[in-house]
Nanobody, 121 residues
Framework: QVQLVESGGGLVQPGGSMRLSCAVTGRTYSSYTMDWFRQAPGKEREFVAAISRSGSTYYADSVKGRFTISRDNADNTVYLQMNSLKAEDTAVYYC???????????????WGKGTLVTVSS
């Protein structure tokens, strides 16, 4: 079974930067499309970014130009670099993996426990 563990969350000031990491265990890491989702209290979980097995990246309009997703297959790690953070970015961020090339919630096969990102001064 695939295990996903997020790290790097915490408190950051508006306009600041933060990098989230998702460590992936499992011998078939390179076979998955990797995604980041986020969920604020009382809100639905929403798509943030995804990176395909071929390295193609996709972003939600709300984070495009500010966030960058990347993957290091040698280290079995997925990253989310977040710049120019806004208060609206405050949420629990989840790493997810899908065996199907998809960025839909229903198609995610594995989830991490999440890491809280709080953007506040």
């Amino acid at each position: 079974q695939v295990q996903l563990v997020e790290s790097g969350g915490g408190l950051v000031q508006p306009g600041g930067s933060m990098r989230l990491s998702c460590a992936v265990t499992g011998r078939t890491y390179s076979s998955y499309t990797m995604d980041w989702f986020r969920q604020a209290p009382g809100k639905e979980r929403e798509f943030v970014a995804a990176i395909s097995r071929s390295g193609s990246t996709y972003y939600a309009d709300s984070v495009k130009g500010r966030f960058t997703i990347s993957r290091d297959n040698a280290d079995n790690t997925v990253y989310l670099q977040m710049n120019s953070l806004k208060a609206e970015d405050t949420a629990v961020y989840y790493c997810a993996a899908s065996v199907v090339a998809s960025w839909e919630l229903k198609d995610m096969n594995y989830w991490g426990k999440g890491t809280l990102v709080t953007v506040s001064s």
